[in-house]
């Protein structure tokens, strides 16, 4: 069974950075595209960033200049760098792996306040 853990969510004040890792098990890694999505309370999930498995990005004009996917196909791992988080930014984060069929991960809780 596919597993994606997410971890290094949690408490960070406006202006400032965390940095997101999804480590993925069970899968040909390097074959699927990567992303990272987000649901606020009440809200609908979202798109924040996505890389393909040939390195291609793509991310959410919100996060634009100020949000970095990457990947290390080594470590089978997919990370997340956010810098100037504002308090929109508050939300669980979803690691999402999709070639055919998408898996998901559990989330990490991501709240930006002072």
């Known amino acids: 069974q596919v597993q994606l853990v997410e971890s290094g969510g949690g408490l960070v004040q406006p202006g400032g950075s965390l940095t997101l890792s999804c480590a993925a098990s069970r899968i040909i890694f390097s074959g699927y595209t990567m992303g990272w999505y987000r649901q606020a309370a009440g809200k609908e999930r979202e798109l924040v960033a996505t890389?393909?498995?040939?390195?291609?990005?793509n991310y959410a004009d919100s996060v634009k200049g100020r949000f970095t996917i990457s990947r290390d196909n080594a470590k089978n791992t997919v990370y997340l760098q956010m810098n100037r988080l504002e308090p929109e930014d508050t939300a669980v984060y979803y690691c999402?792996?999709?070639?055919?069929?998408?898996?998901w991960g559990q989330g990490t809780q991501v709240t930006v306040s002072s």
């Open positions: 890389i393909t498995s040939g390195g291609i990005t």
């Open positions: 999402s792996a999709h070639r055919i069929v998408r898996y």
